[in-house]
């Protein structure tokens, strides 16, 4: 049986827009491994067979994944067809974001953040729904300064420490994890801006629900102060970290709208900020993380929700 080439390119929008989505990607990753039928598959991403077998053929459609083997199988006579990923790494070609028109390429690109962005935003949902589950979740951004070279350098560092860990196995203790790095040039030069045609189009994001292959997540738990409709509270949805004011609160108060809280970081609460001060402009507090505040300020925090 032939075995997958070294790197297979993306050369078309529509194939980068079509593998732009986690079941696919996690697809892609098994048949990178060995053949597997679609209902070898489903057993490892824990859809139905029919579920698979469409998305496998749009990956075949686009080239990334070929049919290799056709057997018969030993229950009953049934041919069963076996899927490979075409090559071990899949990549975008060097050229296809230059030489596509900037429409198409902005579509395709906002369609890969959306993805990430639903991916990340499951995984808060779950974080502060299920605080005693104590499931590391690590988000975060890093400036570096750094040569050309360097940070090169620095990206291989990062793929040989992941590398032993890439191949599936099963255990009471061991998880799928998600790794997504996102790392560019934090700011153009001045000749660079200038030389640009048109600033960058906001990315929107849908809601959860919005992802094709995954269904959406259960609702976070609401704090019992919260009855009213959500439109007489100040919604805060932090992911990093926050520092809050007493001027914050108060403004709060004075709006009439207090802050319904969820943050998955570093929060920090002024040492000027009373549990008085907490009772009044804080309707719900949901929090995981690190949580800066004093002993009173923590007490009142937890009557709002408390932290993870």
Known sequence: ??????????????????????????????????????????????????????????????????????????????????YRATAKNIQLSPDLLRTSPPSEAEAMLSEWFQMLMREAMHAVARAVANPDAHEPLDLQNEYIWATNEEFKQTMERINEAVAPLRAPRSGAAVHEWSISIIAHRSRPSGEEIASLHRPPQPVAVPPLSASPSMPPEPPL???????????????????????????????????????????????????????????????????KGSLIASPEVRAALKQKGGEG
């Open 1 to 82: 049986m032939e075995e997958p080439q070294e790197v297979f390119y993306l050369t078309s929008i529509d194939q980068a827009r079509t593998i732009a989505d986690p079941l696919r990607l996690r697809l892609i990753d098994y048949l990178i491994r060995e053949p597997l039928t679609v209902t070898q598959l489903g057993e490892r991403v824990g859809e139905s067979p029919a579920k698979v077998h469409y998305h496998v053929r749009e990956l075949e459609r686009i080239g990334v994944v070929r049919l290799v083997e056709t057997r018969e199988s030993e229950r009953g006579g049934i041919l069963e067809k076996y």
């Open 221 to 287: 738990p609401s704090s019992p102060t919260v009855t009213a409709s959500s439109r007489r509270f100040t919604h805060m949805w932090v992911v990093g970290a926050v520092d809050i004011s007493r001027q914050d609160l108060e403004r709060a108060i004075a709006k009439g709208k207090p802050y319904a809280i969820v943050v998955l970081g570093t929060c920090r609460f002024n040492n000027d900020i009373t549990p008085a001060l907490i009772e009044k402009s804080i309707a719900s507090f949901r929090h």
